[in-house]
T-cell receptor
Framework: SQQGEEDPQALSIQEGENATMNCSYK?????LQWYRQNSGRGLVHLIL?????REKHSGRLRVTLDTSKKSSSLLITASRAADTASYFC???????????FGGGTRVLVKP | GAVVSQHPSWVICKSGTSVKIECRSL??????MFWYRQFPKQSLMLMAT?????????EQGVEKDKFLINHASLTLSTLTVTSAHPEDSSFYIC?????????????FGPGTRLTVT
């Protein structure tokens, strides 16, 4: 079963705008990761945030984690058409444990 | 970065036949690999955890006799869909952890699209 939900399920924005998506989970976690999947392809790891971290940056990506609310957000700044993809959050309960994925957010960046 | 490959990338088979999908870690040794299934516009659902040299651990609701997993070496895990039916048509993705770089990140293969006619 899935750990949680992602919101929104779909997002359509113009190139240059920011895209924000949220992920909620149900049980305590060790780490939360965000992945990108282009249509019909495998997953690409974007960023990992540990349970004792609150915010992390990587290039145009910003991830926050609120363990008290069991939620995380992924912000993509200055979006590009190439950012069009599905984005998934995934959680694990312990190091090296299996990942449980959220439902995903489909992002469309219009040029 | 670590690379995981899958073969074949797509396969069409007739109902009742068996299909084998390979997952390889190309530049690292993976003691643990994971197999996921993904239906169109849905998320990834973990099917099983494949451990080198031992039996796979299947998730609840996944038929172990239908989805045979073998992890015979540190770089290869195989998933065999036995007596495939149209409802088995899906996108199958494997992943592997590279213990040499850390215990957290999983590297995903490009996926195998299975169509059962």
């Amino acid at each position: 079963s899935q750990q949680g939900e992602e919101d929104p399920q779909a997002l359509s924005i113009q190139e240059g705008e920011n895209a924000t998506m949220n992920c909620s989970y149900k049980t305590s976690i060790n780490n939360l990761q965000w992945y990108r999947q282009n249509s019909g392809r495998g997953l690409v790891h974007l960023i990992l945030i540990r349970s004792n971290e609150r915010e992390k940056h990587s290039g145009r990506l910003r991830v926050t984690l609120d363990t008290s609310k069991k939620s995380s957000s992924l912000l993509i700044t200055a979006s590009r058409a190439a950012d069009t993809a599905s984005y998934f959050c995934a959680t694990d309960k312990a190091a090296g444990n299996k990942l449980t994925f959220g439902g995903g957010t489909r992002v469309l960046v219009k040029p | 970065g670590a690379v995981v490959s899958q073969h074949p990338s797509w396969v069409i088979c007739k109902s009742g036949t068996s299909v084998k999908i390979e997952c390889r870690s190309l530049d690292f040794q993976a003691t643990t690999m994971f197999w996921y299934r993904q239906f169109p516009k849905q998320s990834l659902m973990l099917m099983a955890t494949s451990n080198e040299g031992s039996k796979a651990t299947y998730e609840q609701g996944v038929e172990k006799d239908k989805f045979l997993i073998n992890h015979a070496s540190l770089t290869l895990s195989t998933l065999t869909v036995t007596s495939a039916h149209p409802e088995d048509s899906s996108f199958y993705i494997c992943s592997a952890r590279d213990p040499g770089t850390g215990a957290y990140e999983q590297y995903f293969g490009p996926g195998t699209r299975l169509t059962v006619t």
